[in-house]
């Protein structure tokens, strides 16, 4: 079964650090992975995907992802973080082997950056 | 500004009541979900249309009723709802229901069943 996992509840970090959320994923055949996040109040934004071809991405508000096969991970990063990135964050999955269209989300990932 | 729009806002209503959520989008996609999400979790697919045919239904009660009037709109019917379907409900659109696009969400619509 499809299935992504963010190991971590909540991340902290200080303004201007630089900061990673983690995932890692399980499907079948090759992944399509995405990134989203959520600021209160409001609905998901899409941050950035992978398909195939370079394993380093980089996608909206200075935000980029290395895709891992041999680790199974598309780990978020960003090399500065400011306060406004505090937010909910979701890794996220399309079975693309099976033409399958459901998106699996993580649990999320609650960031925190102070000040 | 989100380009897929919701409305209302906020819902109250009572368990007997008629409601509707409503959703539009003008982006030309073909593809348009219902998402169910409590506090702090993940959404959870509820209805998924396809050129305005439904393609999943993911064993949602029949008390919540989805329609597709055209490619722009999305409609989720509402009947004799339940305390626990107290939730931000999200609609999105995606360019094809079996491509690689992102999806892209309205702000949802924070419904509260009394």
């Known amino acids: 079964a499809q299935s992504v996992a963010q190991p971590e509840d909540q991340v902290n970090v200080a303004e201007g650090n630089p900061l990673t959320v983690k995932c890692t994923y399980s499907?079948?055949?090759?992944?399509?992975l995405f990134w989203y996040v959520q600021y209160p109040n409001r609905g998901l934004q899409f941050l950035l995907k992978y398909i195939t071809g370079d394993n380093l991405v980089k996608g909206s508000y200075g935000f980029e992802a290395e895709f891992n096969k041999s680790q199974t991970s598309f780990h978020l990063k960003k090399p500065s973080a400011l306060v406004s990135d505090s937010a909910l964050y979701f890794c996220a999955v399309r079975d693309a082997n099976t033409g399958g269209f459901k998106t699996i989300f993580g649990a999320g990932t609650r960031l925190f950056v102070k000040a | 500004d989100t380009e897929v729009t919701q409305t209302p806002k906020h819902l109250v209503m009572g368990m007997t009541n008629k409601k509707s959520l409503k959703c539009e989008q003008h982006m030309g996609h073909r593809a348009m979900y219902w998402y169910k999400q409590k506090a702090k979790k993940p959404p959870e697919l509820m209805f998924v249309?396809?050129?305005?045919?439904?393609?999943i239904n993911e064993s949602v009660p029949s008390r919540f009723s989805p329609e597709c009037p055209n490619s722009s709109l999305l409609n989720l019917h509402l009947h004799a709802l339940q305390p626990e379907d107290s939730a931000l409900y999200l609609c999105?659109?995606?360019?094809?229901?079996?491509?690689?696009?992102?999806?892209?969400f309205g702000d949802g619509t924070r419904l509260s069943i009394l």
């Open positions: 249309y396809s050129y305005e045919k439904l393609s």
């Open positions: 499907v079948s055949g090759n992944p399509y």
């Open positions: 999105a659109s995606s360019l094809d229901e079996g491509d690689n696009q992102p999806q892209h």
